[in-house]
């Protein structure tokens, strides 16, 4: 596959392992976007350029559909994932909250007066303390639980959560931001009453995203004025990032099986790293993953120091999430799984994608040993 020029530039000078902050805009992506923009047209409008744009927005929702594995009229569009969780979270404030206490800040942020579900060690949910805040609540519950995890790729097991939930009348959010295009995916299966979905993070554009409604559950609008997104979101639809969403959707769906081969680069990266470093620690480890993520520490040598030592050497690679403010701190996903504030503080993520080759992860070994061997204080004079 061709990159474009700007991508070209970037990343002949820069190993770029962070694709859970964002991954690179796929070719066919800008291409579809450029001639949408250049086509123009409301999709609200009766005449013949309103129509087209309304065909390429549900050409679109049903490409992301098929990705999904939910119906083209669930799919609500967003400004991207962030609104997606606040759209969610705030939908029913009347119910008891609960949430895992490993979710993005958008979920954090938006959840107010929650309370959270623990995690075990490999980052798993404790079904068994979900299950007792169930039957304890007063009244069905609103539960929030993300597929998989953005810092630790630790996947979730998401239908038996909701079936817990179910059983008890709740209410289920899934935020699968980080699992699209990484694994299978269907909304039907995993049990969930609302999933939120980002396009930048399987190659689509930034700014757009999407909350998947079941059938038949009743939400009302985020935003009023208009009757757009069958009433639930009005607003002029952000027609350009809904079509380069929807080709990186169908694109992200042909290139699943390609996560395969960076799975095996994953594990290979952290075997390497381990023979090096023994006493460091693979968060997560233990549990189901998706492929492409490795959150590991190097004890005694801060997140932040490493991230810039690796970004001297033209590697790029994040500590915990991107939507931080740009701020590195102790990760409270690692913390939730029971890692001190120091060992949280010592451990960066590496997130692979389609474009990373074993050149890659061999700079990356090299650069992260040579820091290893500089600071680490098992190579103290």
């Not at 995203?209 to 009023?224: E, I």
Request: charged share 20%.
């Amino acid at each position: 596959m061709t990159a474009p020029a700007g991508l070209i530039v970037l990343m002949a000078k820069t190993v770029y392992l962070d694709f859970n902050a964002t991954a690179p805009i796929r070719p066919e992506v800008v291409t579809a976007m450029v001639a949408m923009m250049e086509a123009g047209g409301n999709p609200s409008s009766v005449h013949q350029a309103g129509r087209i744009a309304r065909n390429r927005v549900e050409e679109a929702r049903a490409s992301l559909a098929d990705l999904l594995g939910s119906k083209p009229p669930e799919i609500v569009f967003t400004s991207g994932g962030t609104e997606a969780n606040n759209f969610a979270l705030t939908a029913f404030p009347a119910r008891p909250l609960f949430i895992s206490a490993g979710e993005h800040d958008s979920v954090l942020a938006a959840a107010g007066e929650a309370t959270f579900l623990p995690l075990n060690s490999d980052g798993l949910l404790e079904m068994a303390a979900l299950a007792d805040l169930l039957e304890a609540a007063d009244e069905p519950a609103f539960v929030s639980v993300m597929l998989a995890n953005n810092e630790t790729g630790v996947i979730q097991p998401i239908a038996d959560i909701a079936a817990l939930v179910h059983e008890k009348g709740g209410i289920l959010h899934c935020d699968a931001i980080q699992a699209v295009g990484k694994i299978p995916l269907y909304f039907s299966e995993l049990g969930a009453d609302m999933m939120s979905v980002s396009a930048h993070k399987f190659g689509g554009p930034q700014g757009i995203g999407a909350l998947v409604v079941r059938d038949g559950l009743a939400v009302p609008p985020l935003l009023k004025g208009g009757g757009q997104e069958l009433g639930r979101r009005a607003g002029t639809e952000n027609v350009a990032g809904i079509v380069g969403m929807g080709v990186a959707a169908r694109s992200a769906m042909e290139g699943l099986k390609s996560y395969q081969a960076v799975a095996h680069l994953r594990d290979s990266l952290e075997e390497r790293l381990l023979v090096m470093s023994p006493e460091s620690q693979v968060y997560g480890k233990g549990a189901p993953r998706i492929p492409n993520t490795t959150t590991i520490s190097m004890p005694g040598v801060a997140s932040e120091l490493q991230v810039m030592s690796l970004d001297l050497d033209g590697i790029a690679v994040s500590a915990g999430s991107a939507c931080s403010s740009g701020k590195v701190k102790a990760s409270h996903v690692l913390t939730a799984m029971g890692a001190s504030d120091e060992e949280a503080g010592s451990a960066i993520r590496i997130s692979l994608g389609w474009l990373t080759t074993a050149a890659d992860i061999d700079a990356l070994v090299e650069s992260w040993t040579k820091l290893y061997r500089r600071k680490s204080p098992k190579y103290a004079a």
